[in-house]
């Protein structure tokens, strides 16, 4: 019943973009941050970015900083990162995940409460 779902990912050149989307359902998305994450393989997962529940406040990880850009449209129930300048370093598993601390959010919180399955986008150079 509590849902969070990813789209977007894919296959894009370096230097290229891509927006991911995260579809939430069974929760009311005004009182959740949300974070994106990723995580390559054999590699552990890492923050990329985070917005509070309303949207005042995000946060980006250094190496994302200036190419992404997170934003959310809480009517439609949506979270989006939309990603610019891809390099294959970018290369990873896309998951978004909610709950109510931002901080926690942004931190990466082992106790976060809901997470995505995740989408896949692959840079190549």
């Known amino acids: 019943q509590l849902q969070l779902v990813e789209s977007g990912g894919g296959l894009v050149q370096s230097g290229g973009s891509l927006r991911l989307s995260c579809a939430t359902s069974?929760?009311?998305?005004?009182?959740?941050?949300i974070g994106w994450f990723r995580q390559a393989p054999g590699k552990e997962r890492g923050g990329v970015s985070c917005?509070?529940?309303?949207?005042?406040?995000?946060g980006y990880a250094d190496s994302v900083k200036g190419r992404f850009t997170i934003s959310r449209d809480n009517a439609k129930n949506m979270v989006y990162l939309q990603m610019y300048s891809l390099k294959p370093e970018d290369t990873a598993v896309y998951y978004c995940a909610a709950d109510p601390n931002y901080m926690g959010v942004c931190r990466g919180a082992d106790d976060i409460h809901y997470w995505g399955k995740g989408t896949l986008v692959t840079v190549s150079s």
């Open positions: 917005i509070s529940s309303g949207g005042r406040r995000t």
């Open positions: 069974g929760f009311d998305l005004n009182y959740y941050a």
